[in-house]
């Protein structure tokens, strides 16, 4: 089985962690300390917190701007579920905008008439690991004064226009996810260049407590472990390596697909950086499912990112929270994401290929 996603951890990892666990200090420490430090400096922001996930990271930077009840945030259905509900926690609306269907990230052409005078933030995902359109997106934002919370669980190492993601917006996220590029187990980072919002959000992080046991806001217990912060070191140290294979793995699919009738390889604008968390192909005339029933027949995994957009799940309908976009509903039937992690070998790229030209001509014509 060639499987979708795999997670790397070598005996650096291993001895790291024993390290930890002989240490005494297994809880939040310094080396969460010292990964904060090291992930700010890779991201290029000032301030780095870590968390216990991503969606929790996600849901403390809303609350570290002020995000409430009756305020509305401008964000992509096309996501993961985390991304809105997210903004549920905090008592705020998703509000839905469509996409763009060559990337499948926020269309900013769509934002402006989706704000309203109870419009506070916008969260763009940079998705498959692919930054969202952020200069269009920063522009509206500063035109109405909107915060921006970028989403880049699915976007270490990518980059817009020479800067990280995570550093294009007020506030951004990371998941370490063991899916992600990189990984803690689970795990997540909040960056920004903003002191107060980083010390806020290191308040809300531990129980909203300014000193030892003065709780002066209603916080949580977000915290990660020292036990997943020296994964996150080591890990980070090979971001670079495992990015840079799946730009490889997804270049060389590219190349072949091209030839393949029926399968579009993704889009890759300009002046970015994709790191290709997914490699997603499109799948057009209803055939997407029957491909992925091929692939599994011929043992090859593959992940529907994402099935439906999130106004379809039965969470958001009960809520009444709705949403129209077209081109997120089209995306959620077409889209398919096959291996393209740096787990895979130079055989399994070629089963893949061969693979799908086999379906190409019994199933896609
Ligand atoms: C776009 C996006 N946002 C948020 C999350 C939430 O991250 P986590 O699973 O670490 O809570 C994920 C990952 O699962 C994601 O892909």
């Given at each position: 089985m060639i499987s979708i996603a795999q997670p790397l951890i070598s005996d650096q990892e291993i001895e790291e962690v024993v390290k930890v666990l002989k240490s005494g200090f297994i809880a939040q420490g310094p080396k969460v300390a010292e990964f904060e430090e090291k992930f700010a400096e890779y991201i290029g922001t000032e301030y780095a917190v870590a968390t216990s996930s991503g969606t929790t990271a996600l849901h403390l930077a809303l609350l570290s701007l002020g995000l409430k009840k009756h305020d509305e945030v401008i964000t992509t259905?096309?996501?993961?579920?985390a991304t809105a509900n997210s903004i549920l926690y905090t008592g705020a609306k998703p509000v839905f905008v469509d996409i763009?269907?060559?990337?499948?990230?926020?269309?900013p052409y769509k934002i402006e008439e989706a704000i309203t005078e109870k419009t506070k933030a916008i969260m763009p995902v940079h998705l498959y690991g692919q930054p969202a359109e952020m200069d269009s997106i920063n522009q509206i934002a500063e035109k109405y004064d909107l915060k921006i919370i970028e989403d880049a669980a699915q976007a270490h190492g990518a980059i817009y226009k020479d800067r990280m993601?995570?550093?294009?917006?007020d506030i951004a996220c990371f998941s370490f996810y063991p899916?992600?590029?990189?990984?803690?187990?689970e795990g997540g980072m909040i960056t920004t260049n903003n002191s107060k919002l980083a010390d806020t959000a290191r308040i809300l992080r531990a129980h909203?407590?300014?000193?030892?046991?003065?709780?002066t806001i209603l916080g949580y217990n977000f915290r990660m472990t020292d036990i997943a912060a020296a994964i996150g070191l080591v890990q980070l140290k090979r971001l670079n390596n495992f990015n840079n294979s799946r730009i490889k793995n997804a270049k060389y699919l590219t190349t072949h697909i091209n030839e393949i009738c029926g399968i579009t390889p993704p889009f890759v604008a300009d002046q970015v950086k994709h790191v290709f968390h997914q490699y997603t192909i499109k799948v057009e005339n209803g055939k997407r499912d029957k491909l992925k029933d091929y692939l599994t027949e011929r043992e090859i995994g593959t992940g529907i990112?994402?099935?439906?957009?999130?106004?379809?799940?039965i969470l958001y309908q009960n809520l009444g929270i709705k949403g129209n976009c077209i081109q997120a509903d089209k995306a959620a039937n077409e889209v398919l994401s096959i291996p393209v992690h740096p787990g895979l070998n130079t055989d399994d790229l070629k089963e893949i290929i061969a693979a799908l030209k086999e379906a190409s001509e019994k199933i896609l014509k």
């Amino acid at each position: 089985m060639i499987s979708i996603a795999q997670p790397l951890i070598s005996d650096q990892e291993i001895e790291e962690v024993v390290k930890v666990l002989k240490s005494g200090f297994i809880a939040q420490g310094p080396k969460v300390a010292e990964f904060e430090e090291k992930f700010a400096e890779y991201i290029g922001t000032e301030y780095a917190v870590a968390t216990s996930s991503g969606t929790t990271a996600l849901h403390l930077a809303l609350l570290s701007l002020g995000l409430k009840k009756h305020d509305e945030v401008i964000t992509t259905p096309f996501s993961f579920a985390a991304t809105a509900n997210s903004i549920l926690y905090t008592g705020a609306k998703p509000v839905f905008v469509d996409i763009n269907p060559q990337t499948y990230n926020l269309d900013p052409y769509k934002i402006e008439e989706a704000i309203t005078e109870k419009t506070k933030a916008i969260m763009p995902v940079h998705l498959y690991g692919q930054p969202a359109e952020m200069d269009s997106i920063n522009q509206i934002a500063e035109k109405y004064d909107l915060k921006i919370i970028e989403d880049a669980a699915q976007a270490h190492g990518a980059i817009y226009k020479d800067r990280m993601a995570g550093s294009l917006g007020d506030i951004a996220c990371f998941s370490f996810y063991p899916t992600k590029n990189m990984t803690t187990s689970e795990g997540g980072m909040i960056t920004t260049n903003n002191s107060k919002l980083a010390d806020t959000a290191r308040i809300l992080r531990a129980h909203g407590e300014t000193e030892r046991y003065t709780h002066t806001i209603l916080g949580y217990n977000f915290r990660m472990t020292d036990i997943a912060a020296a994964i996150g070191l080591v890990q980070l140290k090979r971001l670079n390596n495992f990015n840079n294979s799946r730009i490889k793995n997804a270049k060389y699919l590219t190349t072949h697909i091209n030839e393949i009738c029926g399968i579009t390889p993704p889009f890759v604008a300009d002046q970015v950086k994709h790191v290709f968390h997914q490699y997603t192909i499109k799948v057009e005339n209803g055939k997407r499912d029957k491909l992925k029933d091929y692939l599994t027949e011929r043992e090859i995994g593959t992940g529907i990112h994402y099935p439906k957009t999130i106004y379809n799940q039965i969470l958001y309908q009960n809520l009444g929270i709705k949403g129209n976009c077209i081109q997120a509903d089209k995306a959620a039937n077409e889209v398919l994401s096959i291996p393209v992690h740096p787990g895979l070998n130079t055989d399994d790229l070629k089963e893949i290929i061969a693979a799908l030209k086999e379906a190409s001509e019994k199933i896609l014509k």
